[in-house]
């Protein structure tokens, strides 16, 4: 005679009944708890920020001015790492010389709320420390900026003098990251 399997049978039927009972309801409540996790800032595009510079500090033939960029939007977001900074002239905006040197480490990522501002160091080196001829001087309107990880350039009216020539020996523009608060 066969040994009975039934209770067997029925003892399975019920052990793998039970987990599959428990399993959806738990899955369900991780599921609400990220769900209820808010999603992390994206970074900022070029159109949620204001740009200004501060006044700063000069010092052996380098002027250093926090260039500031502030939050305009209702929507926090992020800025890591160096922005891109180059003279600009002419009524179409070409660049002069070359575009700032990254001077320094990348820091962390700096997060900005609704209203706040974040910052990053920018060199402008004495004109007057160059050759005249290897510099060609030539007027600028302002600065192209480019946030971080952004491709959109942004304005800032700074009228003064560049070097023209990209192959310069030395660096006309100089930033650092980006850094909390408003700077100097």
């Given at each position: 005679p066969e040994p009975p399997s039934q209770p067997t049978t029925t003892?399975?039927?019920?052990?793998?009944?039970?987990?599959?009972?428990t399993v959806p309801a738990q899955t369900a409540t991780e599921a609400s708890v990220q769900s209820a996790t808010p999603e992390k800032p994206g970074m900022c595009p070029s159109g949620q920020l204001r740009l200004s510079l501060g006044r700063g500090d000069a010092g052996a033939g380098t002027h250093?001015?926090?260039?500031?960029?502030?939050?305009?939007?209702?929507?926090?977001?992020?800025?890591?790492?160096?922005?891109?900074?180059?003279?600009?002239?002419g009524d179409d905006g070409h660049q002069v010389g070359a575009a700032a040197y990254r001077d320094g480490e990348k820091g962390p990522a700096v997060t900005l709320k609704p209203g706040e501002t974040a910052h990053a160091p920018v060199g402008f080196t004495q004109?007057?420390?160059?050759?005249?001829?290897?510099?060609?001087?030539?007027?600028?309107?302002?600065?192209?900026?480019?946030?971080?990880?952004?491709t959109k350039a942004l304005f800032l009216e700074n009228p003064g003098t560049?070097?023209?020539?990209?192959?310069?020996?030395?660096?006309?523009?100089?930033?650092?990251?980006?850094k909390p608060g408003a700077g100097m």
């Open positions: 003892s399975t039927a019920q052990e793998a009944s039970t987990p599959k009972r250093w001015r926090p260039l500031r960029f502030t939050n305009k939007s209702d929507e926090p977001c992020v800025l890591h790492g160096f922005p891109g900074v180059s003279y600009v002239a004109i007057r420390n160059f050759d005249v001829a290897a510099c060609q001087p030539t007027p600028v309107r302002g600065l192209r900026i480019y946030p971080p990880q952004e560049g070097c023209a020539n990209p192959d310069l020996d030395g660096h006309q523009l100089k930033v650092q990251t980006i």
